[in-house]
Every structure is written in C-alpha cells, then in structure tokens.
C-alpha cells in the first residue's frame, strides 16, 4: 500500500506537469520539475510528521487540485498565456476546494495532515494568481498572496499566533473572495479600473480578516496570562489525640 501510494505520488505529477510543459517554453518545464519535486518530497514529509503510511481517499482530490495548480505554475511562468486557458484551470482547481472536507468527513478519515494540506495548496494558488495579476495591477497585489506566509513567519517569533482560531464564516468567505476576484481578474473579463478596485476591495476585506484574528489572538493571550484570584482556604482544625499521662482513669 505504502509503495503504491509513493509510485501514484511520482507518477502522477510527472505525467501531467510533462504533458504540459511539453508545449511551453523551457522555463516553464523547469517550473513543472521543480514543483513536482517539491510536491512529492514535502507531502511524504508531512506523512511521516503525522504517523499516517499513505493517502487518504480526500488527501488524493487535494492531491489532484495541487497536480493543476502546478501546471498553473507552468503557464504563468511561460507568460500566462493562453489567458483563458490559465483562467479555466484555476477555476476547477477552486471548484474542487471542498470536495475533500465532505470525503474526508463521510469516510471517517479526516486529519490535521489533510487539512494543513489542503491549506497549503489554496495558499500557494492564491500567491500565483497574485504573481500573474501583478504583471498588469502592479506589485502591490503580492500582498494578497504573501499575507498568510507573513503570519507563518510571525508565529515563529510569536508563538501564540499558532493558537487555534475559533470557526468564522466571515474568514471563511474572505478568503474564498480572493481566490475569485483573482481568477476573474486574470481573465480579463473586466476593464481595468473595476479590475483596481476588486482586487483592492478584496485586499482591504482581507488585511481586515487577518487583523481581527490577530487582535482576537493578542486578546486570548492576556487572558490566559491574568493571574486568577488568590481564595485563602480556612485552616484545617487538627485533633491532636490526649497524651497517655492526661487520659482520665
């Protein structure tokens, strides 16, 4: 089973992100190797972090959304063209964002492996949709793709970032804007001053959802920290048993 899940790992990508590059230019080619590479050595590494021998039925539909998202690599970095074909693949590749939490859920075989991937496959596609958008918007936009790799970087200095967080539908649904407005952007569907102002409203809705969490977190820090109440328990009143020499006759 082991072996099997290691071979389907390498082979996969290889094929896909091969078939892709084989009508891009060289640079993109690289691009595919380099992230097909990285995608086997840190999933195995997250594996072995986890105690888990192989995939499971959710973490192979996580699997195939990251397998797309590296031949969007591969189109953006041989230019992003054709635009509509780089816009169509993302689109999938957050339509299946989902899937996996519902599988995962059915079949009994959700894990903290299975969502720190997942995670990290809608955080990388966000940053290459930011480093697409940019060519056109500007700079500015990385902020978008960068932010939560900032919080991770933060949290190394400050470990209460890494506190859990409590469920939001409001963070929920900002970070699904994101990916959205970018992928709409990147199709060009829009003229450019209503491309401006969607990207900087999601930008704005996002600074917003990471700042609430932040001051929540710096809240739960000082509460956890606060000295409780002192209570003085009264004093126990001890018998102490009568000497031999006063026991009465």
Same mark, same amino acid.
């Given at each position: 089973m082991i072996k099997q899940d290691l071979l389907l790992r390498s082979v996969v990508p290889a094929w896909v992100l091969?078939? @892709? %590059? +084989?009508?891009?230019? *060289?640079? +993109? !080619? %690289?691009? @595919?190797a380099v992230y097909g590479v990285a995608l086997l050595l840190l999933t195995g590494w997250g594996l072995r972090r986890s105690d888990r021998p192989a995939f499971g039925p959710?973490? !192979?539909?996580?699997?195939? $959304?990251?397998? /797309?998202? @590296?031949? %969007? +690599?591969?189109?953006?970095?041989?230019?992003? $063209? *054709?635009? /509509? !074909?780089?816009a169509g693949l993302v689109a999938v590749a957050l339509a299946m964002d989902g899937?996996?939490?519902?599988?995962?859920r059915r079949t009994g075989t959700a894990s903290e492996f299975g969502a720190r991937f997942d995670?990290?496959?809608? %955080?990388?596609?966000?940053? /290459?949709?930011?480093?697409?958008?940019a060519q056109g918007l500007g700079l500015w936009v990385l902020t978008i793709g960068l932010m939560r790799y900032a919080f991770v970087a933060a949290s190394w200095v400050l470990p209460w970032l890494t506190a859990p967080l409590y469920p939001s539908m409001a963070r929920k649904t900002v970070a699904a804007v994101q990916g959205v407005v970018l992928v709409v952007v990147v199709s060009g569907l829009l003229p450019s001053w209503l491309e401006l102002a969607a990207v900087g409203a999601a930008l704005a809705s996002l600074v917003w959802s990471f700042g609430r969490d932040v001051v929540w977190l710096a809240r739960q820090r000082v509460v956890e920290r606060r000295p409780g109440r002192i209570v003085e328990l009264p004093r126990a009143v001890v018998r102490r048993p009568p000497l *031999? @020499?006063?026991?009465?006759?």
């Open positions: 091969a078939a @892709g %590059a +084989a009508f891009l230019s *060289p640079i +993109a !080619w %690289a691009t @595919g959710a973490d !192979w539909i996580t699997f195939a $959304r990251a397998v /797309l998202v @590296g031949v %969007a +690599a591969e189109l953006i970095a041989d230019g992003g $063209r *054709p635009v /509509l !074909w780089l899937f996996d939490g519902k599988v995962a995670m990290e496959v809608d %955080a990388f596609l966000i940053l /290459l949709l930011c480093v697409q958008v *031999p @020499g006063n026991q009465a006759a």
